[in-house]
């Protein structure tokens, strides 16, 4: 959570650091055309929106955001664009899409890199904040109020379907044993004491799946994505196309099947395009990233 003495005014010495993935993938995916018209509706700090943008004359898009941190930081970066980009504050579920609107429509789902660094918004466990987790910090639910007012079944539950936690009942006991916790670092620790030494000393910390579990459920991520699957495609022009990028099972799922089963489009992509090793290799968050692309079709039978 932003403390009282920080306004979007700061994000001038705190960049909305997050590098956009697959951004030569998402161009070509979306086919960007001179004139065309484009909605991101996870505009972040403006990298992808950018790249098209830049990507042929007189483009214009539309940038949707749930984060006012993240608008700021994009009216910032891609205020030399002028009229030919418009900011709108909105979670893309909640969105009104126009029919027959756009040229390319662009989602990268999950959690930021700025998100992850920014302590006080509590999406990480590496640094103490109060337990948060709101990407719209005009919602009410908190990753505190899940932690400490639901029951340990209801915990057990979110941490096994959204974390894909194994150790979920035996997390949720010792949480329960030590709530109220206040702090990602009290929840963090009160996991890792939980769980076995060898699963303690993993490759991956143990609350990681729990902290994946606690982000979704507090921003009612799996949700929206459905809402968001079904309302789009309406939003293309015919052969427009549609991309969006996941970063785990949970969110590639929906996303490969809501493609898929859509009667108003084709999947250009049999398998999801992925990261190459040099982008990898710049930025490691990508390893994870799976881009998937279809196209508006013409007529429906």
């Known amino acids: 959570?932003?403390?009282?003495?920080?306004?979007?005014?700061?994000?001038?010495?705190?960049?909305?650091?997050?590098?956009?993935?697959?951004?030569?993938?998402?161009?070509?995916?979306?086919?960007?055309?001179?004139?065309?018209?484009?909605?991101?509706?996870?505009?972040?700090?403006?990298?992808?929106?950018?790249?098209?943008?830049?990507?042929?004359?007189?483009?214009?898009?539309?940038?949707?955001?749930?984060?006012?941190?993240?608008?700021a930081a994009a009216r910032k970066e891609l205020a030399e664009f002028g009229d030919r980009i418009q900011f709108i504050y909105s979670n893309f579920a909640d969105y009104e899409f126009p029919p027959n609107t756009f040229n390319g429509i662009l989602a990268d789902l999950g959690v930021s890199s700025y998100h992850l660094d920014q302590a006080e918004r509590g999406f990480s466990f590496r640094q103490a904040a109060n337990l948060d987790m709101r990407m719209d910090r005009g919602r009410s639910l908190t990753a505190a109020d899940v932690i400490n007012n639901w029951d340990e079944a209801e915990l057990a539950d979110i941490f096994f379907k959204y974390g894909e936690e194994r150790l979920s009942r035996r997390i949720a006991r010792r949480i329960v044993e030590r709530r109220p916790l206040h702090t990602t670092t009290e929840l963090a620790d009160a996991i890792a004491s939980s769980v076995p030494p060898k699963y303690r000393y993993g490759r991956i910390h143990p609350a990681t799946r729990v902290f994946q579990a606690l982000r979704i459920v507090v921003n009612d991520e799996l949700k929206s994505l459905e809402t968001f699957l079904d309302k789009a495609p309406n939003a293309l022009v015919p052969g427009g196309r549609i991309a969006i990028i996941s970063f785990h099972s949970l969110e590639d799922r929906p996303v490969k099947h809501g493609l898929r089963n859509s009667p108003l489009l084709k999947v250009l992509t049999k398998k999801p395009i992925i990261a190459q090793e040099e982008e990898i290799s710049k930025n490691p968050r990508s390893r994870s990233a799976k881009l998937r692309v279809a196209e508006r079709v013409l007529n429906i039978e």
């Open 1 to 71: 959570m932003k403390s009282d003495l920080q306004t979007p005014l700061d994000l001038e010495e705190l960049a909305f650091s997050h590098i956009s993935v697959l951004g030569r993938e998402v161009v070509e995916g979306l086919a960007v055309r001179p004139g065309g018209h484009y909605l991101d509706v996870t505009v972040g700090g403006g990298g992808h929106s950018r790249l098209i943008l830049e990507a042929a004359e007189d483009v214009r898009v539309t940038a949707v955001d749930q984060d006012e941190d993240a608008l």
